[in-house]
């Protein structure tokens, strides 16, 4: 079954090169979305896929060099297309509907 999660994580994930590995993993996975810095530190993610493959996904953000997590909230949203996985340059750009 498909759905679409809007993920938070918080912890040393900025500067660290989070973002691509974050897209490497989407990528090799077939999950769809997008991912972003926040002003407040945290990473933002939206992913696209189906719900075995993104649980997969979260367990895999663990093996990111560099980056420490220290929390993942992950909220169930209404299911959302995207074409691919992107990094987004700036969270102004993020849709604000969620």
Known sequence: MMKTVKIFITGRVQKVG???????????LNIAG????????????????DSM?????????????????????????????FEGFFIVKSEERISTEF
Do not use: H, W
């Open 18 to 28: 989070f973002r691509a590995c974050i897209r490497k993993i989407a990528s090799d």
């Open 34 to 49: 997008t991912v972003v810095n926040l002003s407040d530190g945290r990473v933002q993610i939206y992913a696209t896929g």
């Open 53 to 81: 493959i993104l649980e997969k996904f979260v367990s895999m953000i663990y093996g990111c060099p560099r980056a420490v997590i220290r929390d993942i909230r992950i909220i169930e949203i209404p299911l959302r297309a």
